[in-house]
């Protein structure tokens, strides 16, 4: 026995032996992926080489990330407002896996697949009434892209070349490339490295924030039906689309929810606003979903807030459930009929991995999880569970305003965002990435309320760093 017990030991021992031996392997193995990317791997709107280390995943399950260093940190952005299903969702791993087994791709050109065949059925059905084409783009910038050459088309086609200009508000953001970063804001940072090469598009002023969405504002309206709009700015919005009327080919907007250009959100009537000066004056309207379609303002699109059908509504996002890049531009009959009276009477884009069978097949199911309806139920919960949490944020030195609508939750401050704001969120366990003068979450909508309390305890956290 005593011999035994000495083997024992030092099985023991080996075993430990080996399990520091791993840990140091991986922990150099770490080292060397952070190094490397540090120095070689380009990150959005990052320089290079880096000057910081990033976090480095190993894996993801339900609403937590794996890290490296072992923490599962709550993931309280949805990898930038897509993954709204969580991770490793057996209904969208199924239909990846069983898609993968029959094809993964097959070209768009000439040939086409029942996985996007019923996607566009599924997005023609869902989305605001009238809009009955769909043109599938392989990300949210693409999208944007794709409808502003719709709209350009368009008038170029039926003998309106002189329509030319894109008209939008101040704070928008619709992407990253040339075109799309046009009608960005001008002033916001990006876009001004550009100017003189970008097309001059017509500004008007961003849309008046809503009183209803910010807690600071406990004196205002109970309701946001009982909101009233702003008549100066509405004005505004008229005269300068009249005194632009025979140049404009398009006004796009992001509608309720302005997102990257600072987390703004304004009442839904100006949808309304906007789309009655774009019938008088024969202007085309684009509808900017990305941030704000499926589910995420409590209507399935933000649209549905106003009860208004752009002509062009770009989609994206959460459309895969975050599972891959894909986005879809939808348009309607007059759009569609106008390109095909032309020359070349076809749209001139696209895209090799346009209609991808797997990107079609997780969209599909990702789509039947938010046709169960419970996903409106989900995100009315978040947004009171939301308010309740960020609700002491209010009081905090430093905070401008606080506001929820529907799964998204905003801390807006006095100063820029650090990284000591997104570090402080981590001790919380929760990935926030705070940016401009922002610290804000749009959670998976399968949060319990557990989850949404440690995120908004992370913001506060974040805020007061």
């Not at 990846?96 to 086409?112: E, K, Y």
């Not at 086609?157 to 704070?171: C, D, F, Y």
């Not at 938010?370 to 009315?380: I, M, T, Y």
Request: aromatic share 8%.
């Amino acid at each position: 026995m005593a011999w035994l017990g000495r083997d024992t030991d030092r099985w023991s021992a080996n075993g430990d032996s080996r399990a520091r031996q791993a840990s140091r392997a991986e922990g150099a193995e770490t080292a060397d992926l952070l190094a490397f990317d540090r120095d070689h791997v380009w990150h959005p709107y990052r320089p290079m080489p880096d000057v910081n280390d990033l976090l480095l995943v190993t894996g993801a399950e339900g609403v937590r990330l794996s890290l490296a260093d072992g923490r599962e940190p709550i993931d309280g952005m949805s990898s930038f407002w897509a993954a709204v299903h969580g991770y490793r969702n057996p209904v969208l791993d199924k239909a990846l896996a069983d898609q993968a087994v029959r094809f993964a791709h097959v070209m768009f050109g000439g040939l086409t697949h029942e996985p996007a065949v019923r996607l566009a059925k599924t997005l023609v059905e869902l989305t605001p009434g009238g809009l009955e084409h769909v043109f599938f783009c392989d990300s949210g910038t693409v999208s944007v892209e794709v409808a502003l050459k719709m709209c350009l088309q368009y008038w170029s086609a039926v003998g309106r070349g002189e329509k030319r200009r894109i008209l939008t508000w101040r704070g928008g953001y619709h992407g990253a490339t040339l075109h799309s970063m046009s009608v960005c804001d001008p002033d916001g940072g990006v876009p001004a490295l550009w100017r003189g090469l970008l097309p001059e598009q017509v500004f008007v002023p961003a849309p008046p924030a809503s009183s209803y969405t910010s807690l600071r504002n406990s004196g205002g309206p109970a309701h946001a039906g009982d909101e009233q709009l702003d008549p100066d700015y509405v004005a505004t919005l008229a005269r300068t689309v009249a005194e632009h009327a025979g140049e404009l080919a398009a006004i796009i907007v992001e509608p309720v929810v302005q997102s990257a250009g600072g987390m703004r959100f304004h009442h839904p009537g100006y949808l309304r606003v906007l789309r009655e000066l774009a019938d008088a004056h024969d202007i085309l309207l684009i509808f900017d979903e990305m941030a704000t379609g499926f589910g995420h303002t409590g209507a399935l699109f933000a649209a549905d807030h106003a009860g208004v059908t752009p002509d062009v509504m770009c989609l994206g996002k959460a459309l895969t459930g975050g599972y891959m890049s894909g986005a879809a531009t939808l348009c309607t009959p007059r759009v569609a009929d106008g390109i095909g009276r032309g020359r070349p009477p076809v749209l001139v884009h696209g895209q090799t991995f346009m209609g991808n069978p797997l990107v079609a097949a997780v969209s599909n199911a990702s789509l039947s999880l938010l046709a169960g309806g419970g996903w409106r139920g989900e995100v009315f919960r978040i947004e009171k569970a939301l308010r309740e949490g960020l609700r002491e944020a209010v009081h905090l030195d430093g905070v401008v305003d606080v506001r929820v609508l529907g799964a998204i939750g905003v801390i807006e401050l006095d100063r820029p965002a650090d990284p000591r704001m997104a570090a402080a969120a981590l001790d919380k366990g929760v990935w926030l990435r705070p940016f401009r003068n922002l610290v804000y979450c749009l959670p998976p909508y399968v949060c319990t309320d557990d989850e949404i309390a440690q995120i908004c305890s992370a913001m506060v956290a974040a805020a007061g760093a």
